[in-house]
Nanobody, 115 residues
């Protein structure tokens, strides 16, 4: 049974930083693409950042220059370093991983940016 467990969310003031982690366990196959999505109340789920197995990355325009996605293939873990956080970044951040064309999802971790 594949499990994705996110950690690192919390409450932070505007301008602050957080680092999210997502550890994947239970897969017998190498993970291909991994990604972070977010969903704010009343809004659709949004792809925030995406990373291939070879570490090519893509970001939604609103986080470019502030967020960095990375991964450790040996640990089956993906990270999201979030700097210069803004109130509009407030959302549940959800990890996604793909193996053999099957997508797996975490439960999400809450990030709240507020003074």
């Amino acid at each position: 049974q594949v499990q994705l467990v996110e950690s690192g969310g919390g409450l932070v003031q505007p301008g602050g930083s957080l680092r999210l982690s997502c550890a994947v366990s239970g897969t017998l196959y190498s993970l291909n693409a991994m990604a972070w999505y977010r969903q704010a109340p009343g809004k659709q789920r949004e792809l925030v950042a995406h990373i291939t197995r070879g570490s090519s990355t893509n970001y939604v325009d609103s986080v470019k220059g502030r967020f960095t996605i990375s991964r450790d293939n040996a640990k089956n873990t993906v990270y999201l370093q979030m700097n210069s956080l803004k109130p509009e970044d407030t959302a549940v951040y959800i990890c996604n991983a793909e193996a053999l064309y099957v997508h797996y999802w975490g439960q999400g971790t809450q990030v709240t940016v507020s003074s």
